[in-house]
């Protein structure tokens, strides 16, 4: 079986690491206001590129 001749630095091992973040979720601000993913409906108002697209509880009445 293999086994390390030697080991591995801090920094070594940091450097190793710096790409294993976590991602941080893009976000758009919608034309209502509200915060969105990009390329998804908004799930306040229903419009996606300034057409509707879901009927939301207010205008669905």
Known sequence: M??????KSKSRKGMRRA???VAIPAV??????EPT???T?????GTY???QF???GE???
């Open 2 to 7: 293999a086994v390390p001749k030697k080991r």
């Open 19 to 21: 790409n294993q973040r």
């Open 54 to 56: 879901l009927q939301t």
């Open 49 to 51: 590129k300034g057409r």
């Open 41 to 45: 409906v908004c799930a306040a108002c």
């Open 59 to 61: 205008r669905a009445a």
């Open 28 to 33: 758009v601000f919608c034309s209502c206001g």
């Open 37 to 39: 993913r990009p390329h």
